[in-house]
């Protein structure tokens, strides 16, 4: 009798990728070849199932030596940089930034030009991001990027700052980091100096909770995503917080790794940049 093996139905793409998948096919099917600035997706199995497509992955320093040709923004967005080098080159650019993304990086700009002198515009967010380069291009490359709390001794606390997060980072996480930044300011006696902005994507964020769910109602978790995935290893480390039988799986190959009992019921899930046919494939290989 095969084993009982469950996919989250939370689990997979969220919009943003979604469509920027989608428009690369849509392309890749009518001419066969298409650049994209950086990896669509931190999914190497995806990338891989889009290159053989003919999808062809680049860096912004190859970007530099391209002309009259069409290049693919993904969802993460870019600085305002890349969209001059484009123009000055005659790059066609099919964007397909997230409208998420698209909206905080207007609130940023907007904020960083609109005149108030001396504040700080803060950015929680992974250093080195793609998402994070391209909030930060919106200032100029003046923000400061807050990944940790010790990041915090970095900020000048005798000038008034804005903060925002990366769409992708966690809600509980970003709140502690406010209630630090304001205490602090707060002993300074400038409480009214710190300012921020709720910039997290509720898809991603409601994915905390729904994970942990998910986790409790099996013997093992096989939680499927790409390594480079910051979403993917944060929902990793929750599901084995609450099953220490979780495993990371970046390819279906690994299966043979993990040790299942007869009698284990199986959960597989995985990350907003995860595809729901890598964790069908996963599943049924289990199943076996």
Known sequence: MPRKVVIDENSGFCFGVINAIRTAEKHLNEQHFLYCLGDIVHNSEEVRRLTSMGLRIITNEQLR?????????RAHGEPPETYRLAEQNRIRLIDATCPVVLRLQKRIHDEYHSGTTGKQILIFGKKGHAEVIGLLG???????????????????????????????????????????????????????????????CRKVSSRAKQIVDFATRHDIILFVSGEKSSNGLYLYNICKEHNPRSFLITSPAQIDEVTMGENDTIGVCGATSTPMWLMEEIAARCAK
Do not use: C
Request: charged content about 25%; overall charge negative.
């Open 65 to 73: 030596d391209l002309r009259d040709t069409t290049v693919l923004i």
């Open 138 to 200: 919106q200032t100029d490359n003046t923000g400061l990027v807050i990944s940790s709390p010790e990041d915090i001794e970095r900020i000048d606390f005798s000038r008034p700052s804005k903060l925002y997060s990366q769409t992708t980072q966690s809600l509980e996480q970003y709140n502690e980091l406010i209630q630090m930044i304001q205490a602090r300011y707060e002993a300074d006696g400038h409480g009214d100096w710190f300012s921020f902005v709720d910039t997290i």
